[in-house]
């Protein structure tokens, strides 16, 4: 099984209060792994650790081999990682397709591309089975919907590693359905994923390892039995 990340010994504090304690964490090729943890015990603290949204204190993270140090969350972003937030991250006043590639738009001539960014856009979102319009003001979508313009945007990263943050909780159970499969799309193209969730349920479906957190220690990491759903 190849290794694409490892979290060793990662530490992290806010005002003083330790909310990770030494946590290691592998994310494999080709498999998913669920985080799992009560509210608060650090499993989005984690994720942005890795992403280059926080900074840790202390441990190693290691990409591809070498030990990395993202100081941003474009770094990450550029290196191949892709992180799908608990808390939505776009921006209803710009349009879906401007949210997909805000920040890193194609240009040509030092022109900004639409055609493409509309083109590619509208490409993710049908892999999601969205028929929407990429011109629409995101604001204008369901909070269902922004949740997979999420999704698009993690997807048209092309990332090797991707982070699903509790993605399933905006989703109804026809979106959940096909997320779980474009989940196993991913993973049979090799990607390595971290899915968080709360629902068990989805745990056993999705994925193939587990790791759980407990304010802020690793106190379980093994595989799974997945138990997929066969309907
Ligand atoms: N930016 C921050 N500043 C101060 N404290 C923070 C910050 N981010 C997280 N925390 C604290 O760190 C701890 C872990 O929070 P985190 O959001 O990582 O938990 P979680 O496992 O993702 O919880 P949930 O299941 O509710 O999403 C909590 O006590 C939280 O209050
Ligand atoms: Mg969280």
Sequence with gaps: MTTLLQLQGIEKSFSGINVLKSVDLTIRAGRVVALAGENGAGKS??????????????????????????????????????????ELNLLPELSVAENIYLGREPTKLGKIQWDVIERESKKYLAQLKQDIDPKTPLGRLSIAQQQMVEIAKALSLNAEVIIMDEPTDALTDIETAILFEVVDELRAQGKGLVFISHRLGEIFQMCDDIAILRDGEMVHQAPLQRSPKTT
Excluded: C, N, P, W
């Design 45 to 86: 603290t984690l994720m942005k650790i890795i992403s280059g949204i926080y900074q840790r204190d202390a441990g190693k993270v290691v990409y591809k081999g070498k030990e990395v140090e993202f100081t941003t969350a474009r770094q990450s972003m550029d290196a191949g990682i892709g992180i799908i937030h608990q």
